[in-house]
C-alpha cells in the first residue's frame, strides 16, 4: 500500500476517534468538557493538515513520473517494505498466538500457559533447536518464578494452578 | 539546602542496595544494548514493572543506569557486526566496523568504553549542577506557568521527532487525550469512560508504553527473515586506549559530550541525533578528515561520547520541569509516577532524597559500566549472537507479566497489547511513539494547571499572555511548531530571495 493512502487512512481514523470523543463531551459538564474540545479540535486540524499533505506530495510524484513517462502506477514509493520484504503470514501469525495467548493467560494460567506459548512460537518460527527450546523454556520459567514471585513477591495469573 | 540535599543523596546512593541495583541496572543495560533489536526504551519500559516493589530511588536509579548501560552496549554490536544494538550507536558503526575489519576490534571497544565514561560523567556533572539551579526557578511556578511548560514540551516532542512534524503533534495531542480518560479531577465526573469500571481511574500509561515499545519491535524482529550474523568469537588485542591516543581523544570527547548534553537537554531529540551531530562535529574539526570512515578513533569516541552524554542532559528537563528530555526519560518519569511521584518543580524540595539519589546513581553507573565493561565486553560478543526469532517471544512474555503486575488487572495486559497493535501501524506511517507517551504523561497536568489559571485570570484566556514566563514559553512553542512547517521554509526562501535581489542592486 501506498504511504499517501496510509496517510489517508490514519488521518480518517483520528477524525473518526476524536469525533466519538466529541459526541460523549455532551454528556460532561463544561468544566470538563473544555480542554477535551480543545484538543478533539486540534487532532481534527492536525489529520486535516496530514491529509493535505499527502495529497500534495501524491500529485507531486505523479507529475514528476509523468515527466518521466512512467504509468501512473509504476511511482515509485519510499516505504521500507521495497528494501526489506516483510513475510506478512509470519508477522500475522505470530500476532495471532500473543493474542491467543493474552486470551488464554487468564483461564489457564500464566506458569501453563507461557512454556506452551514459547514452545510453540519458536517451532512456528523455526527459531532455534529442539534442545534449546526445551532449555530456554525452563530457565526463562524459573527465572520468572523467582524474580517476580519469590524475590518480588508479584501477583501472577494463576489459572488452572489456583 | 541544596548541599545538603546533595550530601544526602551521596549518601543514600552509597547504599549497598542502591550499589547493587545500578551495576544490576548496568549490566543489564549493557547486554541489552548489545542485542541489535532491543532498545534501552524497551528494556526500560519491561524492567519498569520490576522495580514496582523497590524503594523508589533504588528502583529509578536502576532504570537509568539501565539507560546508561544501554548507551555502551549499542558500541559492541555496532563495531562487531555492523549492527547498531540502538539507534544511538548507528554512527558508531562508521568508524567502528572498519577498526574491527582491522583486527582492532578491542581498541574499537575500549575507545568506545572511554569516550562513554567521559561523556556520560560530564553529563552526570551537568545534571548535578544544572538540575538544582533550574530546579529553584522552577519552583517560581504556578498554575499558568506550569501550562505553559506542558505546552512547550509537547509541541517541542511533536515537532523535533523523528519524520513529519505534523505527525508528531498528531501524535501528542491523542497522548493528551488519552490522558484525559477515567475520573475528571476537578468535577469527579467520570470522563471518556464508555461504561467501563476498568477505565475509571484512567489509562495507565505505564501499560501504554510497555505496549507502544515493546510489541511493534517483538512483530518487528520476526517479520523479516533474519540473516546470520556473523560476528568474531574473540578478541586478543588490548582494550584500553594508550596516553597518546587518550590525548587525541580528549578534546574531540568533551566537545562531543556537550554536544550530547545540549542534545538531551532539548526534548525530543535523543541520542541518534546526538551521535550523528557530534560525528558530523568531530569531522569539521579534525586534522585527519580523511580517516572519517575508515576507522578514525576521533569519529569513533565523538559518537560514543555523545550518545553518553544524553543521559544526564534528557534527565534535566525531566526532574526539574517534568518535561522528558527522550521516550527513555518519559519512562523514568513514568516510574517516578508510579511510585506517587510527581515530576516537576517540586522533585528537587519535596523529593529531594529520590531525585539526589538518582543524580548521584547516574555518576556511579559511569563507574559500574567502564568496570563491567572492562570485565564483560568479551563475555557480550556472544549476546551479539542471539537469533532474533528467539527474542521475539521473550519480549512478549516480560511484557505480559509487567502490564498485569502493574494493577493486577488483565484488562491492562489487553490495553497493552491494543496500545502493541497501534504502535505497529503508527510505526509503518513513521508517527512517533513518543509524543504519545509524554502527551499522556503530561496529560493531567495540562488539564489541572489549565483549570487553575482560567480561575486566576477569571476566565480570561489573556492569563497566557500577561504573565511574561508563560508568554515566552508558549512562543517557543509557537516557533517549534512553525520552524518546521513548509510556511517556514516558504518565509526563509523569500527572505533570502530578497536579500540576494536588494545585493544585486
Same mark, same amino acid.
Given at each position: 500500500?501506498?504511504?499517501?493512502?496510509?496517510l489517508?487512512?490514519?488521518s480518517?481514523?483520528?477524525?473518526?476517534?476524536?469525533?466519538?470523543?466529541?459526541?460523549?463531551?455532551?454528556?460532561?459538564?463544561?468544566?470538563?468538557?473544555?480542554?477535551?474540545?480543545i484538543l478533539?479540535g486540534l487532532i481534527i486540524l492536525l489529520a486535516l493538515g496530514i491529509m493535505i499533505q499527502a495529497y500534495v506530495s501524491?500529485?507531486?510524484?505523479?507529475?514528476?513520473?509523468?515527466?518521466?513517462?512512467?504509468?501512473?502506477?509504476?511511482?515509485?514509493?519510499?516505504?521500507?517494505?521495497?528494501?526489506?520484504?516483510?513475510?506478512?503470514?509470519?508477522? @500475522?501469525?505470530?500476532?495471532?498466538?500473543?493474542?491467543?495467548?493474552?486470551? =488464554?493467560?487468564?483461564?489457564?494460567?500464566?506458569?501453563?500457559?507461557?512454556?506452551?506459548?514459547?514452545?510453540?512460537?519458536?517451532?512456528? =518460527?523455526?527459531?532455534?533447536?529442539?534442545?534449546?527450546?526445551?532449555? @530456554?523454556?525452563?530457565?526463562?520459567?524459573?527465572?520468572?518464578?523467582? =524474580?517476580?514471585?519469590?524475590?518480588?513477591?508479584?501477583?501472577?495469573?494463576?489459572?488452572? =494452578?489456583? | 539546602?541544596?548541599?545538603?540535599?546533595?550530601?544526602?543523596?551521596?549518601?543514600?546512593?552509597?547504599?549497598?542496595?542502591?550499589?547493587?541495583?545500578?551495576?544490576?541496572?548496568?549490566?543489564?543495560?549493557?547486554?541489552?544494548?548489545?542485542?541489535?533489536?532491543?532498545?534501552?526504551?524497551?528494556?526500560?519500559?519491561?524492567?519498569?514493572?520490576?522495580?514496582?516493589?523497590?524503594?523508589?530511588?533504588?528502583?529509578?536509579?536502576?532504570?537509568?543506569?539501565?539507560?546508561?548501560?544501554?548507551?555502551?552496549?549499542?558500541?559492541?554490536?555496532?563495531?562487531? +557486526?555492523?549492527?547498531?544494538?540502538?539507534?544511538?550507536?548507528?554512527?558508531?558503526?562508521?568508524?567502528?566496523?572498519?577498526?574491527?575489519?582491522?583486527?582492532?576490534?578491542?581498541?574499537?571497544?575500549?575507545?568506545?568504553?572511554?569516550?562513554?565514561?567521559?561523556?556520560?560523567?560530564?553529563?552526570?556533572?551537568?545534571?548535578?549542577?544544572?538540575?538544582?539551579?533550574?530546579?529553584?526557578?522552577?519552583?517560581?511556578?504556578?498554575?499558568?506557568?506550569?501550562f505553559a511548560v506542558a505546552v512547550l514540551g509537547i509541541t517541542i516532542i511533536g515537532s523535533l521527532s523523528q519524520g513529519s512534524t505534523l505527525l508528531g503533534l498528531l501524535s501528542g495531542a491523542i497522548g493528551l487525550?488519552?490522558?484525559?480518560?477515567?475520573?475528571?479531577?476537578?468535577?469527579?465526573?467520570?470522563?471518556?469512560?464508555?461504561?467501563?469500571?476498568?477505565?475509571?481511574?484512567?489509562?495507565?500509561?505505564?501499560?501504554?508504553? +510497555?505496549?507502544?515499545?515493546?510489541?511493534?519491535?517483538?512483530?518487528?524482529?520476526?517479520?523479516?527473515?533474519?540473516?546470520?550474523?556473523?560476528?568474531?568469537?574473540?578478541?586478543?588485542?588490548?582494550?584500553?586506549?594508550?596516553?597518546?591516543?587518550?590525548?587525541?581523544?580528549?578534546?574531540?570527547?568533551?566537545?562531543?559530550?556537550?554536544?550530547?548534553?545540549?542534545t538531551?537537554i532539548i526534548p525530543g531529540t535523543?541520542?541518534?541525533t546526538?551521535?550523528?551531530?557530534?560525528?558530523?562535529?568531530?569531522?569539521?574539526?579534525?586534522?585527519?578528515?580523511?580517516?572519517?570512515?575508515?576507522?578514525?578513533?576521533?569519529?569513533?569516541?565523538?559518537?560514543?561520547?555523545?550518545?553518553?552524554?544524553?543521559?544526564?542532559?534528557?534527565? +534535566?528537563p525531566?526532574?526539574?520541569?517534568?518535561i522528558?528530555?527522550?521516550?527513555?526519560?518519559?519512562?523514568?518519569?513514568?516510574?517516578?509516577?508510579?511510585?506517587?511521584?510527581?515530576?516537576?518543580?517540586?522533585?528537587?524540595?519535596?523529593?529531594?532524597?529520590?531525585?539526589?539519589?538518582?543524580?548521584?546513581?547516574?555518576? +556511579?553507573?559511569?563507574?559500574?559500566?567502564?568496570?563491567?565493561?572492562?570485565?564483560?565486553?568479551?563475555?557480550?560478543?556472544?549476546?551479539?549472537?542471539?537469533?532474533?526469532?528467539?527474542?521475539?517471544?521473550?519480549?512478549?512474555?516480560?511484557?505480559?507479566?509487567?502490564?498485569?503486575?502493574?494493577?493486577?488487572?488483565?484488562?491492562?495486559?489487553?490495553?497493552?497489547?491494543?496500545?502493541?497493535?497501534?504502535?505497529?501501524?503508527?510505526?509503518?506511517?513513521n508517527m512517533p511513539?513518543a509524543p504519545?507517551?509524554v502527551g499522556?504523561?503530561l496529560?493531567?497536568?495540562l488539564?489541572?494547571?489549565?483549570?487553575?489559571?482560567?480561575?486566576?485570570?477569571?476566565?480570561?484566556w489573556a492569563?497566557f499572555i500577561?504573565n511574561p514566563i508563560s508568554a515566552a514559553l508558549l512562543f517557543i512553542a509557537l516557533v517549534s511548531i512553525l520552524q518546521s512547517t513548509p510556511l517556514f521554509s516558504i518565509i526563509k526562501r523569500k527572505i533570502k530571495s530578497k536579500k540576494?535581489?536588494?545585493?544585486?542592486?
Amino acid at each position: 500500500m501506498k504511504k499517501s493512502i496510509r496517510l489517508m487512512i490514519a488521518s480518517i481514523l483520528a477524525i473518526i476517534f476524536s469525533l466519538i470523543f466529541y459526541f460523549n463531551t455532551f454528556k460532561l459538564p463544561a468544566v470538563a468538557a473544555k480542554l477535551p474540545r480543545i484538543l478533539i479540535g486540534l487532532i481534527i486540524l492536525l489529520a486535516l493538515g496530514i491529509m493535505i499533505q499527502a495529497y500534495v506530495s501524491e500529485t507531486k510524484i505523479a507529475k514528476a513520473n509523468r515527466i518521466q513517462n512512467k504509468e501512473p502506477g509504476e511511482e515509485k514509493d519510499d516505504s521500507e517494505e521495497k528494501f526489506e520484504p516483510i513475510n506478512y503470514r509470519q508477522a @500475522i501469525i505470530f500476532t495471532i498466538m500473543i493474542a491467543a495467548y493474552i486470551f =488464554l493467560l487468564e483461564p489457564i494460567g500464566y506458569f501453563i500457559i507461557t512454556p506452551i506459548y514459547i514452545v510453540s512460537t519458536y517451532i512456528f =518460527l523455526n527459531a532455534t533447536k529442539v534442545r534449546n527450546i526445551v532449555f @530456554i523454556s525452563i530457565g526463562f520459567m524459573a527465572f520468572v518464578y523467582f =524474580l517476580f514471585v519469590v524475590f518480588l513477591k508479584l501477583p501472577i495469573p494463576m489459572g488452572l =494452578l489456583q | 539546602m541544596i548541599f545538603e540535599n546533595l550530601l544526602l543523596g551521596l549518601k543514600n546512593a552509597m547504599s549497598i542496595s542502591s550499589l547493587l541495583s545500578v551495576t544490576i541496572g548496568t549490566a543489564l543495560g549493557l547486554f541489552v544494548g548489545a542485542m541489535p533489536g532491543l532498545s534501552a526504551t524497551m528494556a526500560i519500559a519491561l524492567l519498569l514493572p520490576i522495580t514496582f516493589g523497590m524503594n523508589p530511588a533504588t528502583g529509578i536509579s536502576m532504570l537509568a543506569s539501565l539507560y546508561m548501560g544501554a548507551m555502551y552496549g549499542g558500541s559492541i554490536a555496532a563495531i562487531l +557486526i555492523k549492527t547498531p544494538g540502538t539507534p544511538a550507536a548507528a554512527a558508531t558503526v562508521m568508524d567502528g566496523y572498519p577498526l574491527m575489519q582491522q583486527g582492532k576490534a578491542g581498541k574499537a571497544l575500549g575507545v568506545s568504553l572511554v569516550a562513554s565514561l567521559i561523556g556520560g560523567v560530564l553529563s552526570s556533572i551537568a545534571l548535578l549542577t544544572i538540575a538544582p539551579a533550574l530546579g529553584n526557578l522552577a519552583l517560581q511556578f504556578g498554575p499558568v506557568e506550569l501550562f505553559a511548560v506542558a505546552v512547550l514540551g509537547i509541541t517541542i516532542i511533536g515537532s523535533l521527532s523523528q519524520g513529519s512534524t505534523l505527525l508528531g503533534l498528531l501524535s501528542g495531542a491523542i497522548g493528551l487525550l488519552l490522558a484525559l480518560v477515567g475520573m475528571d479531577p476537578i468535577t469527579g465526573t467520570p470522563r471518556f469512560t464508555f461504561g467501563s469500571i476498568y477505565l475509571f481511574s484512567g489509562v495507565p500509561y505505564t501499560v501504554a508504553l +510497555i505496549g507502544l515499545f515493546s510489541i511493534p519491535q517483538a512483530i518487528k524482529l520476526i517479520q523479516r527473515d533474519e540473516e546470520e550474523k556473523k560476528t568474531i568469537s574473540k578478541f586478543t588485542d588490548r582494550m584500553l586506549p594508550t596516553l597518546q591516543e587518550l590525548k587525541l581523544m580528549i578534546p574531540n570527547t568533551i566537545r562531543s559530550s556537550i554536544i550530547g548534553i545540549v542534545t538531551g537537554i532539548i526534548p525530543g531529540t535523543g541520542g541518534d541525533t546526538a551521535c550523528w551531530f557530534a560525528y558530523n562535529e568531530a569531522k569539521r574539526f579534525s586534522k585527519d578528515k580523511d580517516k572519517f570512515g575508515k576507522g578514525s578513533i576521533e569519529g569513533l569516541s565523538a559518537a560514543e561520547s555523545a550518545n553518553n552524554a544524553v543521559v544526564g542532559g534528557a534527565l +534535566i528537563p525531566t526532574l526539574t520541569l517534568g518535561i522528558p528530555g527522550s521516550s527513555a526519560t518519559a519512562i523514568i518519569m513514568g516510574g517516578l509516577m508510579v511510585h506517587g511521584i510527581m515530576p516537576g518543580p517540586t522533585l528537587m524540595t519535596e523529593y529531594a532524597d529520590v531525585t539526589y539519589t538518582l543524580i548521584w546513581a547516574l555518576m +556511579i553507573s559511569n563507574i559500574a559500566m567502564f568496570a563491567l565493561g572492562l570485565l564483560f565486553t568479551r563475555l557480550a560478543i556472544n549476546v551479539t549472537k542471539i537469533s532474533d526469532k528467539v527474542l521475539a517471544p521473550i519480549i512478549i512474555v516480560l511484557c505480559v507479566i509487567g502490564s498485569f503486575a502493574i494493577n493486577n488487572s488483565i484488562f491492562d495486559v489487553y490495553l497493552m497489547f491494543a496500545f502493541g497493535i497501534l504502535g505497529y501501524f503508527m510505526n509503518k506511517i513513521n508517527m512517533p511513539t513518543a509524543p504519545m507517551v509524554v502527551g499522556m504523561i503530561l496529560g493531567q497536568m495540562l488539564d489541572t494547571s489549565l483549570h487553575q489559571s482560567l480561575l486566576i485570570g477569571q476566565d480570561s484566556w489573556a492569563v497566557f499572555i500577561k504573565n511574561p514566563i508563560s508568554a515566552a514559553l508558549l512562543f517557543i512553542a509557537l516557533v517549534s511548531i512553525l520552524q518546521s512547517t513548509p510556511l517556514f521554509s516558504i518565509i526563509k526562501r523569500k527572505i533570502k530571495s530578497k536579500k540576494s535581489d536588494e545585493a544585486l542592486g
